[in-house]
């Protein structure tokens, strides 16, 4: 599979169950799509994914969008402003998540944050501060950028209020999906 070729020296995507159930493998497939004219790009759990199936496709891992030696991706950076990773088993995965969301819809909705994080398990964290993290990219979020001009306050020394009520719903909502 594909995460095993990728494990030879690209060890930041995890594996985890090995079938699809937990998305620590998660990782960005690119392809030029012939009838759209346009390359599409979509998340994968790179376990299932035979080798034979990336012919003319693009591949990025999580090493492929930002680390901590050059400049780490928004994506991180908003992941671990908001606590987001403890043991840091599932982040690859749903950092990888959110970036190929971002690829197809720079300013995603709550219900597309949470569809696209839906395949993505966590033990350690609850999910709320991961989303806590993701939904600062959305447009519209129960996060404290409404009415602030677009500045969250995870940039700020104060974390973010999560626990208005629209905040719990929508975390309950993803418990739901998962
Ligand atoms: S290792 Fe769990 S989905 Fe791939
Ligand atoms: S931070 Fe430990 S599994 Fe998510």
Known sequence: SLTVYISVGLTGTKSGCGGGGCGACTVMISKYDVIQKKILHFSANACLVPICMLHGAAVITVEGIGNSHTRIHPVQEQIAKAHGSQCGFCTPGMVM????????????SMDQLQEALAGNLCRCTGYRPIIDGCKTFCKESACCQNGREGICCLDEDNSCSSSSPDAVKDVTNLYYIL
């Open 97 to 108: 998540s959110m970036y190929t969301l971002l690829r197809n819809h720079p300013e995603p």
